[in-house]
Protein backbone atom coordinates (compact mmCIF):
# COMPACT_ATOMS: atom_id res chain seq x y z
CA UNK A 1 0.00 0.00 0.00
CA UNK A 2 2.77 2.39 1.10
CA UNK A 3 5.10 1.76 -2.08
CA UNK A 4 1.62 2.51 -4.26
CA UNK A 5 1.15 6.00 -2.58
CA UNK A 6 5.46 7.06 -3.44
CA UNK A 7 5.04 5.21 -6.84
CA UNK A 8 1.63 7.50 -7.72
CA UNK A 9 3.45 10.56 -5.76
CA UNK A 10 6.68 10.03 -7.82
CA UNK A 11 4.47 9.88 -11.42
CA UNK A 12 2.68 13.11 -10.11
CA UNK A 13 5.87 14.90 -9.58
CA UNK A 14 6.98 13.95 -12.38
CA UNK A 15 4.02 14.72 -14.29
CA UNK A 16 3.22 17.97 -12.61
CA UNK A 17 7.72 18.87 -13.36
CA UNK A 18 6.75 18.35 -16.95
CA UNK A 19 3.65 20.41 -17.72
CA UNK A 20 5.47 22.95 -15.70
CA UNK A 21 8.49 22.76 -18.69
CA UNK A 22 6.20 22.67 -21.39
CA UNK A 23 6.60 25.59 -22.65
CA UNK A 24 9.09 26.24 -26.22
CA UNK A 25 12.58 27.68 -26.23
CA UNK A 26 14.81 28.40 -28.62
CA UNK A 27 18.24 26.33 -29.09
CA UNK A 28 20.78 27.69 -30.72
CA UNK A 29 23.88 25.24 -31.51
CA UNK A 30 27.67 26.83 -32.62
CA UNK A 31 26.68 27.53 -36.27
CA UNK A 32 22.98 27.69 -37.90
CA UNK A 33 19.18 29.16 -37.21
CA UNK A 34 18.22 28.41 -33.90
CA UNK A 35 15.09 26.39 -33.03
CA UNK A 36 12.35 26.01 -30.89
CA UNK A 37 11.94 23.02 -28.68
CA UNK A 38 10.11 22.25 -25.84
CA UNK A 39 12.12 22.47 -22.58
CA UNK A 40 10.87 19.26 -20.99
CA UNK A 41 12.43 17.35 -24.02
CA UNK A 42 15.44 18.86 -23.75
CA UNK A 43 15.64 18.36 -20.26
CA UNK A 44 14.84 14.21 -20.73
CA UNK A 45 17.48 14.36 -23.35
CA UNK A 46 20.22 15.86 -21.39
CA UNK A 47 19.13 13.37 -18.77
CA UNK A 48 19.13 10.36 -20.40
CA UNK A 49 22.24 11.37 -22.31
CA UNK A 50 23.78 11.16 -18.76
CA UNK A 51 22.69 8.14 -17.87
CA UNK A 52 23.64 6.95 -20.80
CA UNK A 53 27.26 8.03 -20.20
CA UNK A 54 27.28 6.65 -16.70
CA UNK A 55 26.07 3.64 -17.51
CA UNK A 56 28.71 3.17 -20.27
CA UNK A 57 31.34 4.31 -17.91
CA UNK A 58 30.24 1.81 -15.63
CA UNK A 59 30.33 -1.23 -17.48
CA UNK A 60 33.64 -0.18 -19.05
CA UNK A 61 35.36 0.02 -15.01
CA UNK A 62 33.71 -3.87 -14.65
CA UNK A 63 34.77 -4.98 -17.99
CA UNK A 64 38.74 -3.58 -17.28
CA UNK A 65 38.37 -5.08 -14.06
CA UNK A 66 37.43 -8.62 -14.72
CA UNK A 67 39.96 -8.61 -17.79
CA UNK A 68 42.75 -7.36 -15.51
CA UNK A 69 41.53 -10.36 -13.17
CA UNK A 70 41.47 -12.58 -15.41
CA UNK A 71 44.77 -11.67 -16.64
CA UNK A 72 46.18 -12.06 -13.08
CA UNK A 73 44.72 -15.41 -12.65
CA UNK A 74 46.11 -16.73 -16.20
CA UNK A 75 49.95 -15.55 -14.29
CA UNK A 76 49.70 -17.51 -11.62
CA UNK A 77 48.56 -20.20 -13.20
CA UNK A 78 51.57 -20.47 -15.59
CA UNK A 79 53.58 -19.69 -12.07
CA UNK A 80 52.09 -22.54 -10.57
CA UNK A 81 53.24 -24.62 -14.13
CA UNK A 82 56.86 -23.34 -13.79
CA UNK A 83 56.97 -24.43 -10.44
Known amino acids: MIRSI ?7 IIVLFALSNAHHIKLR ?13 LVLFS ?4 VVSATHF ?5 FNA ?3 KAAAEESEDDEEEAA
Open 6 to 12: VVFLTVL
Open 29 to 41: FIAGEPFNVRLIY
Open 47 to 50: YLLG
Open 58 to 62: FIMLK
Open 66 to 68: RKK
